[in-house]
């Protein structure tokens, strides 16, 4: 099995930042794209921000220029760093993956448990 861990949500003020970790174990050969979902009250999943293997970004119109990620292949871990927090910014965070495991173990796609971002006005 895989299993996504994600970290560093919390409370914040608006305007103020936080940074997501997700960290990947089990048996896995590479991953592909690792990205960041959120799921706001009573709102349907979006994509925030995505990165491939090379190093390729994709954010969100909404987040552009606030947030940034980034990815440690060598630990299998994909960061996401937010500032200039909004109250709309409020969501569960998921973390998300595409990973490439060796015969005879199929590749997966894995999505973490999700970790709470409140951001208050």
């Known amino acids: 099995q895989v299993q996504l861990v994600e970290s560093g949500g919390g409370l914040v003020q608006s305007g103020g930042s936080l940074r997501l970790s997700c960290a990947a174990s089990g048996i896995i050969s590479s991953i592909n794209v690792m990205g960041w979902y959120r799921q706001a009250p009573g709102k349907q999943r979006e994509s925030v921000a995505s990165?491939?293997?090379?190093?390729?970004?994709n954010y969100a119109d909404s987040v552009k220029g606030r947030f940034t990620i980034s990815r440690d292949n060598t630990k299998n871990t994909v960061y996401l760093q937010m500032n200039s927090l909004k109250p709309e910014d409020t969501a569960v965070y998921y973390c998300?993956?595409?990973?490439?495991?060796?015969?005879?173990?199929?590749?997966?796609?894995?999505w973490g448990q999700g970790t709470l971002v409140t951001v208050s006005s």
């Open positions: 998300n993956a595409a990973v490439v495991r060796p015969f005879p173990y199929r590749d997966l796609e894995v």
């Open positions: 990165i491939t293997s090379g190093g390729t970004t």
